[in-house]
């Protein structure tokens, strides 16, 4: 057999050709790969591997601090913020108040007082419902979208025709889930002093109940479940409407102002994450406040219609302690606007907007705090 190894094989330059003179021609395999006149790089300078281990470490992190803030986000917007959830609506249907509630001063004195005479249950009850009715309102959309023709997204290129299919899908999402609705706004502003300790279930269940006509009897001020839809669903896409506007409008200010500051000057990697999450997190606060803020009359004149007719006790939001029953008569939506506006003025359409500025100041407070968190965090890992 003739052998492998070529004859100008020394066991050291060869890698395809011959031995050089002045140093060895090739890179021997699991060496440093030094060629002549090449010294070796001391100890303490980073190799050229090194930004790419630190671009792999802040990616990590961006990915991890990402589901962090989304998690705040969402913690604050359905934990953090339903005590104000509670007492907003309390005021909403208290036709008796003659304290409005205005100003977040008087909301958290109020707050304060339910605390102390009956316990944090009273700021915190209902909690789980909302849960629920959340989690019926996006399976009644997948469903419903699933086996109908209308979209649940809409493309870029859009027309009348999918922008109206696609409101119609969210119309009939809000009619789906409006007796869960109804049995959740009794729950949350049921007064803890006669409240039952009722199971976490008990929203579904009177929901279902108040469709099939079944379940706690009410009185015949009730009104009937055909006589809600059009509130319900005029408030649920005037709200969607209002918040998709605004949520587009604030993101494309904020990418257009952070692509020019990119364009002025390079940012630095921290800068760059945080233009990343940041811009739609502050967008859906934009989006929903103003929506929360344009319909809150309409969310009164909602909240007076669902609870009539269901026997509701609720707190004494002037005093802080004692109970209120819910007597009223209205015939319908136009009723109830004229009723509230010649009995209470209009303001009396505002009861409880203090409770909306805490809410979301406490909400701004929170994305400020995890905007400085995530900073720190970025900041320490490079």
Same mark, same amino acid.
């Given at each position: 057999?003739?052998?492998?190894?070529?004859?100008?094989?020394?066991?050291?330059?060869?890698?395809?050709?011959?031995?050089?003179?002045?140093?060895?021609?090739?890179?021997?395999?699991?060496?440093?790969?030094?060629?002549?006149?090449?010294?070796?790089?001391?100890?303490?300078?980073?190799?050229?591997?090194?930004?790419?281990?630190?671009?792999?470490?802040?990616?990590?992190?961006?990915?991890?601090?990402?589901?962090?803030?989304?998690?705040?986000?969402?913690?604050?917007?359905?934990?953090?913020?339903?005590?104000?959830?509670?007492?907003?609506?309390?005021?909403?249907?208290?036709?008796?108040? @003659?304290?409005?509630?205005?100003? &977040?001063?008087?909301?958290?004195?109020?707050?304060?007082?339910?605390?102390?005479?009956?316990? &944090?249950?009273?700021?915190?009850?209902?909690?789980?419902?909302?849960?629920?009715?959340?989690?019926?309102?996006?399976?009644?959309?997948?469903?419903?979208?699933?086996?109908?023709?209308?979209? @649940?997204?809409?493309?870029?290129?859009?027309?009348?025709?999918?922008?109206?299919?696609?409101?119609?899908?969210?119309?009939?999402?809000?009619?789906?889930?409006?007796?869960?609705?109804?049995?959740?706004?009794?729950?949350?502003?049921?007064?803890?002093?006669?409240?039952?300790?009722?199971?976490?279930?008990?929203?579904?269940?009177?929901?279902?109940? @108040?469709?099939?006509?079944?379940?706690?009897?009410?009185?015949?001020?009730?009104?009937?479940?055909?006589?809600?839809?059009?509130?319900?669903?005029?408030?649920?896409?005037?709200?969607?409407?209002?918040?998709?506007?605004?949520?587009?409008?604030?993101?494309?200010?904020?990418?257009?102002?952070?692509?020019?500051?990119?364009?002025?000057?390079?940012?630095?990697?921290?800068?760059?994450?945080?233009?990343?999450?940041?811009?739609?997190?502050?967008?859906?606060?934009?989006?929903?406040?103003?929506?929360?803020?344009?319909?809150? &009359?309409?969310?009164?004149?909602?909240?007076?219609?669902?609870?009539?007719?269901? @026997?509701?006790?609720?707190?004494?939001?002037?005093?802080?302690?004692?109970?209120?029953?819910?007597?009223?008569?209205?015939?319908?939506?136009?009723?109830?606007?004229?009723?509230?506006?010649?009995?209470?003025?209009?303001?009396?359409?505002?009861?409880?907007?203090?409770?909306?500025?805490?809410?979301?100041?406490?909400?701004?407070?929170?994305?400020?705090?995890?905007?400085?968190?995530?900073?720190?965090?970025?900041?320490?890992?490079?």
């Amino acid at each position: 057999m003739h052998p492998r190894r070529p004859d100008e094989f020394d066991g050291l330059g060869y890698r395809g050709g011959a031995r050089n003179d002045q140093g060895f021609g090739g890179d021997i395999p699991g060496s440093r790969n030094l060629h002549w006149g090449e010294k070796s790089p001391p100890y303490g300078v980073p190799s050229t591997s090194t930004p790419n281990l630190i671009l792999f470490i802040l990616e990590q992190l961006s990915r991890f601090a990402g589901f962090g803030i989304g998690l705040a986000s969402l913690f604050t917007e359905n934990v953090l913020a339903h005590p104000c959830i509670v007492l907003r609506r309390q005021c909403q249907v208290n036709y008796h108040a @003659r304290n409005y509630h205005l100003t &977040p001063f008087t909301v958290i004195n109020i707050m304060y007082s339910f605390n102390k005479t009956q316990g &944090p249950r009273a700021l915190w009850k209902g909690m789980g419902s909302t849960f629920i009715v959340q989690g019926v309102t996006l399976g009644a959309e997948g469903i419903i979208s699933e086996f109908t023709p209308l979209p @649940r997204e809409i493309s870029h290129k859009w027309n009348p025709k999918q922008i109206g299919e696609h409101l119609l899908l969210k119309a009939l999402t809000y009619i789906v889930a409006m007796p869960f609705y109804s049995a959740s706004l009794i729950e949350t502003v049921q007064s803890e002093i006669i409240r039952d300790n009722a199971g976490i279930l008990e929203c579904v269940k009177e929901g279902i109940g @108040r469709v099939i006509g079944l379940g706690v009897p009410h009185s015949k001020r009730l009104l009937p479940l055909l006589s809600l839809v059009f509130p319900t669903v005029l408030h649920g896409v005037l709200h969607y409407i209002i918040s998709s506007i605004i949520q587009k409008f604030v993101l494309l200010i904020l990418k257009r102002k952070t692509y020019n500051s990119h364009l002025a000057e390079s940012s630095s990697p921290v800068q760059s994450m945080l233009d990343a999450y940041f811009p739609e997190l502050i967008a859906n606060f934009a989006a929903s406040l103003c929506s929360d803020v344009i319909l809150f &009359p309409l969310e009164t004149v909602l909240h007076r219609l669902h609870i009539q007719g269901t @026997r509701t006790i609720i707190d004494n939001t002037d005093l802080g302690y004692e109970v209120l029953p819910i007597n009223t008569q209205y015939e319908g939506m136009r009723d109830c606007i004229n009723t509230i506006k010649q009995e209470e003025g209009m303001l009396g359409f505002y009861k409880g907007f203090g409770a909306v500025i805490v809410q979301y100041i406490l909400h701004a407070a929170v994305l400020q705090i995890t905007k400085v968190i995530y900073s720190t965090l970025l900041q320490n890992s490079i």
